[in-house]
């Protein structure tokens, strides 16, 4: 052998004949390092063992792992929708969490009061003035009793301290986020709530002892103005601007404004309608896990809350290619708005452009699609409330203004989207929906989050 070229020649020195032959006589070469190389070999199998063992784990997590994401315009209820997941799935982190909302829920009603005193104070001034742009003259203005006027004007003086605070609370809840157009609000990104510890403030967003110093101070600041408040939200002139629709407020701001005693209280603690009803802006994607057992089976349920404003939805196409579900949540409640990031577009006809994008989209082709027309409560206070649909939607034509017509309208449209543009054929699941009715959007939360993994179920082979 040629290996044998390189063991060099030595000299016999009167080994008896009776000794066994040496390795060089026989014509066998072990190499030195003979154990250090079987011991290297036991240990790499090992570890390709466990490689392998770990990666088919991998896999069976991976089959067992339920992927929804939740798409919609901003405003539509996807975060809504989040914390009723995680109110039923897992309750104990939702209840861990209450406290810290407390600084949410004051904003959301600092940003009522402003919202209110910035219109007041534009109408007053309109009144002053007799020069109007074109503008202004298409919008006709409200005569407002010089008595009121000074009233109005005196809560405003008196309430510069709450609303003084709209920023700066803004900016810390924040962690410091903002977006382009210079808007202020609370912000929330990927990471915000798994940092929820008392040491690092409001859900983690600024580490620091002076991450709460805004929101304690508008604790106090809303507790010494209660009556300025009640008296600003009471008042005759205020209620008339809002049945004219000329003060337009978020959503839950009269809920908030109605609990304003309750809320202001040093001992406060939102309750869940607090949490539920608090409004924050996501941006990018917010991933959430819920533990799901279904038969006896542990699956995991993971949610993708995503920013809906249009400069954002760029952000949710590259959790779409292995998506199992999606839940699209269309407000039918918003036939009288309007896109805040695009004036010009109803929002409903948003939701429908956005809708047709989701079913012709390709790499959404094998994720189940769920439908929720959500805000169904909304929608009949404001036809209870003789808003007309046909003013905002001319389609609508004269068919009535009740609750089943128009329902049922909307959902005939969404429903035409998907046979016209599906691309899969799949089946589509519809709900009317109000995400503030805990005990209706629970029960379909099961039936939906059942139908998904049993459709899951039946395209992997788990069963």
Known sequence: MAALDLVPNRPNHGRSASAPPSIEESGVLLPPNRFYNEESQRISNMIDDELKKESALRKEAKRKEIKVMLLGQAESGKSTLQKQFQLYYASQSLEHERPSWKPIVHFNIIKAVRMILDEIEYEVSRTENDEETEAEVEVESIEIADADKTELMDLRKRLLQVVALHDSLASELSGGVSITGGRTGVFVRSGWQTLLTPSR?????????????????????????????????????????????????????????????????????????????????????????????????????????????????????????????????APISAFDQYLEEDPRTNRIDDSLQLFTAICSNQLLNKAHLVLMLNKTDLLKQKLKAGIKVAKYITSYGKRPNKYEDVSNYFRAHFIQIHKRKDISNRALYVHFTSMLDIKATQSIIVNVGEAIIRQHIAQTGLA
């Open 201 to 329: 403030g409001w859900m983690g967003n600024v580490a620091s002892t002076k991450s709460t110093a805004v929101a304690g101070m508008a604790a106090k600041t809303l507790n010494s103005s209660q009556d300025e408040i009640r008296q600003l939200w009471s008042h005759p002139v205020v209620k008339k601007f809002l049945d004219l629709r000329r003060i337009r407020l978020e959503e839950s701001a009269p809920f908030f404004l109605d609990n304003l005693e309750r809320i202001v209280q040093p001992d406060y603690v939102p309750g869940i309608e607090d949490v539920l009803s608090v409004r924050l802006q996501t941006l990018g994607v917010i991933e959430h896990s819920f533990p799901i057992n279904l038969g006896g089976t542990m699956y995991d349920w993971r949610l993708y809350d995503v920013g809906g404003a249009r400069g954002q939805r760029h952000a949710w196409v590259p959790y779409f290619d292995d998506a199992t579900a999606i839940i699209f949540l």
